[in-house]
């Protein structure tokens, strides 16, 4: 069974970096084609993509704030962590993570969700 | 990067009826890479389907989705009451991996 959880401060005040961890069980980032992704959704509106690491090491970031994003992933602690820099109230959202099967591009399994607020 | 547009923004049926959803792009989308999430309040999305018209495990068989190019549809054929939601339309074929604005279906 695959589950994800992520963890993290609730709030963080303008300009802070926020550091987000997923930790997951059920499967391995070092077996060919897996993924895990964070997405958001501010309060009330959509599903926002931010970023995918893929089992190669492989990061695809959203072009809109690939200058604040940073993933990296510790196989052996079965983590995936995002720092997203200089934070503002509009990044306030709850965070996923999500799991892309090796054979499928869609993310089938996804964490509860952490909500952050950023307010000073 | 790919536009999805989602259309109706609400809508309101009665358990029982037809529901369809459509999720249009603004370029063209593998139909390996069309997804459509559904979600509720307060929970997480859950896969519903994937490559525009297979259903994710355990999805009952009144989800349908179709479509190709440009153009995707979400069918719910009958209503039921847990499938008043928000659905969510996604492409993974070009980074970035976007998705749709929503489409929420109420109870009228």
């Known amino acids: 069974q695959i589950t994800l959880k992520e963890s993290g401060p609730t709030l963080v005040k303008p300009t802070q970096t926020l550091t987000l961890t997923c930790t997951f069980s059920?499967?391995?980032?070092?077996?060919?084609?897996?993924?895990v992704g964070w997405i958001r959704q501010p309060p009330g509106k959509a599903l926002e993509w931010l970023v995918l690491i893929y089992w190669d090491d492989d990061k695809r970031y959203s072009p809109s704030l690939k200058s604040r994003l940073t993933i990296t992933k510790d196989t052996s602690k079965n983590q995936v962590v995002l720092t997203m820099t200089n934070m503002d109230p509009v990044d306030t959202a709850t965070y996923y993570c999500?799991?892309?099967?090796?054979?499928?591009?869609?993310?089938?399994?996804w964490g509860q969700g952490t909500m952050v607020t950023v307010s000073s | 990067e790919i536009v999805l547009t989602q259309s109706p923004g609400t809508l309101s049926l009665s358990p029982g009826e037809r529901a369809t959803l459509s999720c249009r792009a603004s370029q063209s989308v593998s139909s390996s890479y069309l997804v459509w999430y559904q979600q509720k309040p307060g929970q997480a999305p859950r896969l519903l389907i994937y490559?525009?018209?297979s259903r994710a495990t355990g999805i009952p068989d009144r989800f349908r989705g179709s479509g190709s190019g440009t153009d995707f549809t979400l069918t719910i054929s009958r209503l039921e009451p847990e499938d008043f939601a928000v659905y969510y339309c996604?492409?993974?074929?070009?980074?970035?991996?976007?998705f749709g604005q929503g489409t929420k279906v109420e109870i009228k």
């Open positions: 059920g499967f391995s980032l070092s077996t060919s084609g897996v993924g």
């Open positions: 999500a799991h892309r099967s090796w054979n499928l591009d869609a993310f089938d399994i």
């Open positions: 996604q492409q993974c074929g070009s980074s970035p991996w976007t």
């Open positions: 490559g525009a018209s």
